[in-house]
């Protein structure tokens, strides 16, 4: 199983800052199979990347997913309110599918 | 558009049963896979299982094997979650995804299980 660390836990900003959150494969997530989702509190996830940095449909450009092997990265540019979230990575290299623990971005 | 609608939620007591459906619209539900994925309460997100677009592929995570069992029905366009002998940490958030290659690129609204004597 292919466990997934994010780092940090919470990250506390600004708007206008920008946020960088960290994901850590325990074993490499070849051919780039790694997604990032946002979830607002009693609402359901959302797709924001997949293949480590594509885009989902209708998600901003200063969302930006990079990273390769077992690091990947979810960078935030310019926070907005509506960026305030959980974040979560997710593997789909092999099963089970797994998740990280989560990111918090809060103000 | 997209559109996923869970249903079947609810409160039972260990060790009973609890049927879940999904209907799905706004896309060609014959060409997709379907999962299941939880959350339980303040907790991260969990894969639960997964069904191929034929009804003849599923996929389990450990600790549902043998208890959840996953079918879809292409003709109504609906999947169904059967969960036997639930257990506590069954309690969550069930959420109905379509599964695109291993990316769960549409969710439902969930629907929630409680598991409690």
């Known amino acids: 199983e292919v466990v997934l660390t994010q780092s940090p836990g919470t990250l506390s900003l600004s708007p206008g800052e920008g946020a960088t959150l960290s994901c850590r494969a325990s074993q490499s997530v070849s051919v780039n199979s790694l997604a990032w989702y946002q979830q607002k509190p009693g609402q359901a996830p959302r797709l924001l990347i997949y293949g480590a940095s594509r885009r989902a449909t209708g998600i901003p450009d200063r969302i930006t997913g990079s990273g390769s092997g077992t690091d990947f990265t979810l960078t935030i540019n310019g926070l907005g309110p509506d960026d305030f979230a959980m974040y979560y990575c997710?593997?789909?290299?092999?099963?089970?599918?797994?998740f990280g623990q989560g990111t918090k971005v809060e103000i | 558009e997209v559109h996923l609608v869970e249903s079947g939620g609810g409160l039972v007591q260990p060790g009973e049963s609890l049927r879940l459906s999904c209907v799905a619209s706004g896309f060609n539900f014959n060409y997709y896979w379907l999962a299941w994925v939880r959350q339980a309460p303040g907790k991260g997100l969990e894969w639960v299982a997964s069904?191929?677009?034929?009804?003849?592929?599923?996929y389990y995570v450990d600790s549902v094997q043998g208890r959840f069992i996953l079918s879809r029905d292409n003709a109504v366009r609906s999947v169904s979650l059967q969960m036997n002998d639930l257990r506590a940490d069954d309690t969550a958030t069930y959420y109905c995804v379509r599964d695109t290659f291993g990316v769960y690129d549409s969710w439902g609204q969930g629907t929630q299980v409680t598991v409690a004597s």
């Open positions: 069904i191929d677009q034929h009804d003849r592929e599923t």
């Open positions: 997710q593997h789909y290299i092999s099963l089970p599918r797994t």
